[in-house]
């Protein structure tokens, strides 16, 4: 590894560690501004009783001393503190537990568009204007435009309630088939339309010209130029990619009933948990941050023309 790619790698940390901040530093002051407490939504609950309660969580102390202290928590220990609402519980205990399946929901997912998305992306550009072309592009079209819980209800609605194929409920391994395909039907639809476009794009060039008239086997310059350069666009778009689909999982768990972190999210949004909402949140963002400093690094791998600067 040269200097430049080091410098590259430590700049591009450097901003993700000042990204979680800025996260962290929005999310608390504006959880504090909104108007109400967590507390109100409690039977019976007195001006004492909710002081007891607001000093139990620290939450009577001023501001900017609860803010270092969330701060300094955060950074030494890890730790989000107590949910508010899930007596007894740590938040990141609540986060890990939903992540397990979450993560496992979203890997799939994203395993599922990457290959068929690209596979597909490759035979419609190779086959360009044929039937199949026309074909694809149409059905990936209207997997692109159509929502995921429109999509995630017609998904119940045929293979659970007509055909009984799976489980309407995700908390078993078969529940989990629907959420997958639903969450993979979107990202599996833009990754085929950019894979083809790109592709269309490198067997245009001149280089492949070049081998085709140089006699290179149509093999070798289909999956050893054409394939290989025109992934750089689908890899600046599977790293945010995958950490969307772990993210933006919350409409397709409630739909489907799936244990993860979505319905922990959701729920802590409406019981106005603070603690669980600070937490998701953080953990979220700083996985959409990772998964871009992965993809942006990615890029010399693919491509060793790129230069860090």
Known sequence: MNTKTLLYILKRIGLAVLTVWVVITVTFFVMRAV????FLGE???TPEVQAALEAKYGLDKPLMEQYFTYLKDIVTELDFGPSIK???????????DGMKTSAKLGLMAAGIALVVGIVLGSVAALRRNSILDKVIMVVTTAFVSMPSFI????????FSMYLGWFPANGSTAEGLVLPVINLSLYPMAYITRLTRSSMLDVLGQDYIRTARAKG??????????ALKNSLIPV??????????????????EQI???????????????N??????????????????????ISDILYKVVDPRITFE
């Open 35 to 38: 108007p109400g407490g967590p």
């Open 216 to 225: 290179v086997s149509s093999v070798k310059i289909i999956f050893g130029h």
């Open 43 to 45: 039977k019976a609950v």
């Open 86 to 96: 899930l007596r007894g519980r740590m938040v990141m205990d609540v986060i890990a």
């Open 235 to 252: 890899i600046t778009y599977f790293g945010p990619m995958l950490a969307y689909i772990v993210t933006g999982s919350l409409v397709v």
């Open 272 to 293: 106005r948990d603070y603690p669980m909402i600070m937490g998701t949140t953080i953990v979220l963002a700083t996985l959409i941050v990772v998964m871009n400093l």
């Open 256 to 270: 489907f009933a799936v244990p993860g972190i979505g319905r922990s999210f959701v729920s802590s949004i409406t």
């Open 151 to 158: 999509m995630g209800t017609l998904l119940l609605l045929v």
